[in-house]
């Protein structure tokens, strides 16, 4: 008999919501958090919106070392493993540290204390040959977003097995289904799992410019991420970070722990297409979606929302409308999809486990967050998105899916423990 | 019961020589790729030593619209992969598409590729960053350029545990392969040697600054004083054993067990986790420690590190009880290219019946550690351990053995 898996703690850091509570407020009311950038003078670039969280790492705890040693991204992960652990009812000195593992997710590492790091020991960008000099002493974890999993263990103390999976956009997905396998076969009872990013940085900014995936939208950054849309222009750039405490479900149940779903299946697939491109007809998603499906022995109208990945790029919406259709059948025209990166953006890496905090709360609530912006329709997205407004819906099974660049597609299913 | 997950094809770009014979000859030899660094002017760091990949021309291994869009690591992975699946005789063009897959590890990324956008960006204006940055330099990128270019559409992964990695990236291989996947790829070939990946790389604090390629990395010496880096590694081909014995494929040995731990906090006073992953490991393999007969070194050159392992080794083996190597010493520490490389070395040592010895360096004799030195040693090996480590507390054990 397989093991299952419960997510029995939660830790949120998303735009326009700092902890989890908040973060389902602002779901649940449809509120978006998009806004011009603040981080930097954004006037030289073509997108100039983003999703910033309001983040105080003094206010969450962290001591003035723990901040000039962590990049933004793993302050966010070390915050939220706290939260969820203390959400989880655990008693972290009772944590048996060789049961317990971490896994984090994360596209891009510490994007900005490169980007930030670069400028200096390069002078500005004049030096090729940069000056070690004016590195600061902690760069190495900068170098190696490893360091992102070994801050959570160590803030933990967990002595398991702990890692960073850097599946691009899948990472947040992909994180959560590896930490599932590793208490599945055994490896530990608990883990610490999730994804954090913290993209928001002019390397990242240019990058995505320089292939005009994100919006162009800038004189309206409330309403700039549009999933769905007919008028879609590109993804809204976020940051954020959700981490979860997984547990064993006997555990979970032995100890009489809250629990809000159980992560009940997952795979994920290659398209083997191209780096950035999707072709329209969604098969390889599919194909994940099929086999989480197989995973959590779940038919496909037993699913009552599907949280979309939904990013608001052309290609994406198309892509996965097709790829729900390949895999579910008529039933995709009957359930409600929603894409919560209308209103928090998408924090690359992060979003996976962000939208599988959503996919628990709305499990929790009975209630389907909404697809903000979506005015217009597109032909090519004909399911029902679930405009504007949460709607209140008997949810027990719900299916996640993530689709990144590198040609990633993960697929998860989440079920009402009973 | 296990599936059992076999290793049938190699792909090897090290800093001794490009392909598994090449660097299997300069193994034997002895012969060390550790020089000075060649590809930037190196002169103004107090480290100037590495072993880097000077043969690979890209343009020869790697199709010509690949060559802007890639790292140099990643063109190195390609040219890996390539060669993996030739040496396992699998065209993967005949193979069911789901059932293929890809699992790399990674430290950095495409660094060096990064650091010539960051410039552009800072030098001149985010208008001159390239439209290939947003793939080029982030962890994934060889899992994704490898899947595309065979063709693979299975599960697949990316693991980042700094050294560690590249025995993550198998064992989560073997995972899939268990789970029903036909084959998959997998283990590192990474780099960093350009000079934003070098300042990053001191900023560790364990890189040696020895100027004499002879005894700048010294693991286990009295007077260790830090590691020299290096590129490259190795991928390799994971099959169910029933499915390659099947089609005739020529083994190299199992992938038995593996274990992965995390060190206690800092200031904890609790024992570091890798003798628990040796143990751990050694249970996976259903071996005693006396099945082990020899032990592939993480080798970190660090005296604190050193002490660790060679107690972790004492600890499970007895002293002096294993013959332990690590011909690292010729090659550097090719971040997560370093375990996939050993493993590498492990399976060709149970086929040749010899051991590849640890160069230039002393042991000190209070570690009582029975070090394969100067020479490859003659002996039967069925099972091999090879051991690595990350910055921050990994450590991961892997057990690989002939095959039954």
Redesign the interface.
């Known amino acids: 008999m397989q093991r299952r898996v419960v997510i029995s703690g939660i830790g949120v850091i998303a735009p326009g919501g700092v902890g989890a509570k908040e973060f389902w407020a602002l779901l649940s009311a449809g509120r978006t958090a998009t806004r011009t950038i603040t981080f930097f003078d954004p006037s ?2 073509r997108s100039r919106v983003a999703a910033e969280a309001d983040f105080d790492p003094e206010l969450h705890g962290l001591s003035p070392q723990e901040i000039r040693r962590m990049d933004r991204a793993a302050q966010f992960a070390v915050v939220t493993s706290a939260e969820a652990l203390a959400d989880s009812g655990l008693d972290p000195a009772g944590l048996d ?2 049961r317990t ?2 896994t984090v997710g ?4 510490a994007t900005m204390g ?2 930030q790091e ?2 200096v ?2 002078d ?3 030096l ?5 000099a004016y ?13 992102f ?3 959570v ?2 803030s933990v ?12 956009c899948t ?1 947040g997905l ?1 994180a959560v289904g ?1 930490a599932v ?1 590793l208490i599945r ?1 055994g ?1 530990a009872d608990i883990m610490i799992a999730g994804a954090t990013d913290a993209p928001i940085s ?2 990242t ?7 005009k ?1 994100t919006t162009a939208r800038n004189d309206d950054p409330e309403h700039a991420s549009r999933p769905f849309d007919r008028t879609r222009d590109g993804f809204v750039l976020g940051e954020g970070a959700a981490m979860f405490v997984l547990e064993d479900y006997e555990r979970a149940k032995a100890r009489g722990a809250h629990t809000y779903a159980e992560i009940a299946g997952f ?10 491109g999707l072709r329209p007809d969604g098969r ?1 998603m599919a ?1 994940a979606i099929r086999a989480a499906l197989a995973d959590a022995r779940t038919a496909e109208d037993q699913i009552d929302y599907i949280n979309a990945h939904g990013s608001g790029t052309k290609q994406n919406d198309r892509h996965e409308t097709a790829a729900f259709k390949r895999s579910l059948g008529d039933h995709a025209h009957r359930v409600p999809v929603s894409s919560i990166k209308s209103m928090i953006g998408h924090s690359l890496g992060a979003i996976g486990s962000v939208e599988v905090a959503a996919c628990a709360l709305a499990i929790e609530h009975n209630l389907v967050p909404p697809t903000a912006n979506l005015t217009e329709a597109d032909p090519e997205c004909d399911l029902d998105y679930v405009p504007h407004e949460s709607r209140t819906w008997p949810t027990d099974t719900v299916l996640t899916v993530g689709s ?5 597609q993960s697929a998860m299913v989440l079920r009402r423990v009973t | 019961m296990n599936t059992s997950v076999v290793v049938t094809g190699i792909g090897v770009v090290a800093p001794t020589g490009l392909g598994v014979n090449k660097y299997w000859a300069a193994a034997r030899a002895g012969t060390s790729g550790i020089r000075a660094i060649r590809r930037f002017d190196a002169t103004g760091y107090p480290a100037r030593l590495a072993g880097e990949v000077v043969d690979f021309v890209a343009e020869e291994h790697v199709p010509s619209r690949l060559i802007p869009q890639t790292d140099h690591m990643t063109r190195m992975a390609l040219a890996a992969a390539d060669w993996a699946f030739d040496d396992a005789g699998i065209d993967p063009a005949r193979w069911p598409e789901f059932g293929m897959g890809v699992v790399t590890a990674s430290s950095s990324g495409g660094f060096e590729f990064g650091q010539g956008e960051l410039r552009n960006l800072w030098r001149q204006g985010g208008e001159f960053v390239s439209a290939y940055q947003s793939f080029a330099w982030f962890y994934a990128v060889n899992t994704g350029q490898i899947s595309i270019r065979h063709g693979l559409r299975g599960p697949s992964g990316v693991v980042v545990s700094d050294q560690a990695g590249g025995l993550d990236a198998l064992a989560q291989a073997r995972r899939l392969v268990r789970k029903g996947c036909r084959l998959s790829l997998a283990g590192g070939v990474d780099a960093s040697i350009c000079p934003w990946g070098w300042v990053a790389q001191l900023a560790g604090g364990r890189v040696s600054t020895g100027a004499d390629p002879g005894d700048a990395y010294r693991p286990f010496a009295t007077d260790a004083a830090g590691h020299v880096p290096g590129e490259g590694g190795a991928l390799l081909i994971l099959e169910d054993a029933e499915s390659a014995r099947g089609r005739g494929a020529r083994v190299y040995g199992e992938i038995a067990g593996y274990a992965a731990t995390f060190d206690p906090p800092p200031g904890s006073g609790r024992e570091p986790g890798l003798r628990r992953a040796i143990e751990l490991a050694l249970e996976d393999a259903g071996m005693d420690p006396s099945g082990i007969d020899v032990v592939f070194a993480d080798a970190a050159a660090v005296p604190e590190l050193d002490r660790t392992e060679a107690a972790a080794i004492r600890t499970v083996f007895g002293p002096r009880g294993v013959p332990v190597t690590a011909p690292k010493t010729m090659t550097g520490r090719l971040l997560s290219g370093a375990a996939s490389l050993d493993v590498t070395a492990a399976l060709l040592s149970i086929r040749d019946q010899w051991v590849p010895p640890t160069v230039n360096t002393e042991p000190g004799v209070d570690h009582h550690l029975d070090v394969v030195l100067g020479a490859p040693r003659e002996l039967p090996v069925a099972a091999a351990l090879v051991l690595a480590r990350g910055y921050g507390g990994f450590n991961a054990a892997m057990v690989v053995r002939r095959a039954g």
Do not use: K, Q, W
């Open positions: 030289p670039f540290p060789y593992g971490v994360s596209a891009v590492g490169l980007d670069y400028r020991v390069s500005g960008g004049r090729d040959v940069v000056d070690h590195a600061v002493p902690h760069l190495y974890n900068y170098f190696v977003p490893s360091s999993a070994s801050e263990a160590r103390g967990a002595e398991g097995p702990a890692v960073v999976i850097s599946t691009g990472s992909d590896h396998e076969e490896s002019p390397i900014v240019a990058c995505f410019d320089a292939i995936a795979a994920t697939r290659c398209n083997a297409f191209h780096m950035t390889e194909e990144g660049f590198g040609g990633f």
